[in-house]
């Protein structure tokens, strides 16, 4: 039980890096290129489905054996 909450632990820690990421890698090429990319429909995009997914994630209260038949079902297609 101590690693999954571990492992859960680490997942939204590389989450938040990554959605982190994304936004300071949008802003760099925004200040790169000028005000070009700031409201570029790829850069909506990303944000908003990172955001979109952390939300659903913290609504859907998915139990341990539901997140083990997910990654089954997608390591399967």
Request: no cysteine.
């Amino acid at each position: 039980m101590k690693n999954k909450a571990t492992i859960a632990i680490v997942a939204g820690l590389v989450m938040l890096l990554v959605t982190g990421g994304v936004i300071w890698a949008a802003q760099a090429h925004a200040g790169l290129l000028g005000d070009a990319l700031a409201d570029h429909p790829m850069k909506r995009l990303i944000v908003g489905k990172i955001g979109r997914l952390m939300v659903l994630k913290s609504e859907l209260n998915v139990t341990d054996e539901q997140r083990k038949k997910i990654k089954e079902i997608i390591r399967s297609h």
